[in-house]
């Protein structure tokens, strides 16, 4: 079993930036492919960002490249997802996620509770 649990999210300005870390914790998840979800009230969830661990490539949904940056810490175990020129759209409860063997449209094993991040205009 792999735990996941996020933080670093919070209320900021528009144009403003948030870091948010996913901790795992169970087993070591460097064979994984982890990403971030985010899911916006009366809206279907939605990816944002993924990275496999072992070799640290990384894909993103057009809408937040070239401002958000997935990365990993091997010590730490742990997943980062920095967002900069934060926009109200961004506004949302972001998860973080993992798989050991990811599938483009698979689900994945394992999701943490989430952090709620709100961008203001």
């Known amino acids: 079993q792999v735990q996941l649990v996020e933080s670093g999210g919070g209320l900021v300005q528009a144009g403003g930036s948030l870091r948010l870390s996913c901790a795992a914790s169970g087993r070591s998840v460097s064979a994984y492919t982890m990403a971030w979800f985010r899911q916006a009230p009366g809206k279907e969830r939605e990816f944002v960002a993924r990275?496999?661990?072992?070799?640290?490539?990384?894909y993103y949904a057009d809408s937040v490249k070239g401002r958000f940056t997935i990365s990993r810490d091997a010590a730490r175990n742990t997943v980062y997802l920095q967002m900069n020129s934060l926009k109200p759209e961004d506004t949302a409860v972001y998860y973080c996620a993992a798989t050991k063997y990811y599938e483009p449209g698979s689900e994945f094993d394992y999701r943490g509770q989430g952090t709620q991040v709100t961008v203001s205009s």
């Open positions: 990275i496999r661990w072992s070799v640290g490539t990384t």
